[in-house]
């Protein structure tokens, strides 16, 4: 996909706002060994929050709010452990690293109405109609983040 996980992560960064970035959890879903996939997931979210604060002038970054989806495959004890490796000596070492998970969505067409599944059951709770994969839980962007300027 053109620009890679870079370019969009870059695009999502926004002191405040969300911003969704389509097909981020292909991306995502592209690394193989599972803490190398963090670490490298990690790695992109750092340049551009690093981007970002010399931006807008900030001295130390307080917090970074990433929304990730249940479809990102990503493990939040994998990404901890990135954060903490990657952030040493940097602006953003000992920020607080909030994540808030997504869940899947559906869509009914018959209902013509949008679900989300109820444990492993994919089908509409209203028609029982095997609904279509929204891209809802698949985003990975940093939602926010907080600084000190
Ligand atoms: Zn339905």
């Not at 750092?46 to 900030?58: N, P, Y």
């Amino acid at each position: 996909m053109p620009g890679g996980i870079f370019a969009m992560i870059g695009r999502a960064v926004r002191h405040k706002g969300r911003v969704p970035t389509p097909g981020a959890a292909d991306a995502a879903r592209a690394g193989g060994v599972r803490r190398v996939h963090e670490i490298s997931v990690m790695t992109a979210l750092l340049d551009s929050v690093e981007a970002h604060a010399t931006r807008i002038g900030a001295k130390k970054v307080l917090a970074i709010n990433l929304v990730i989806g249940e479809r990102a495959s990503i493990i939040d004890d994998s990404l901890l452990f990135a954060f903490d490796l990657l952030t040493l000596g940097t602006r953003a070492e000992g920020a607080a690293l909030n994540v808030r998970r997504t869940r899947m969505r559906f869509h009914c067409a018959p209902c013509d109405d949008d679900y989300h599944r109820t444990g492993t059951d994919f089908r509409c709770p209203r028609c029982g109609a095997v609904g279509q994969v929204t891209d809802e839980g698949s985003e990975l962007l940093i939602e926010s983040m907080e600084v000190e300027e």
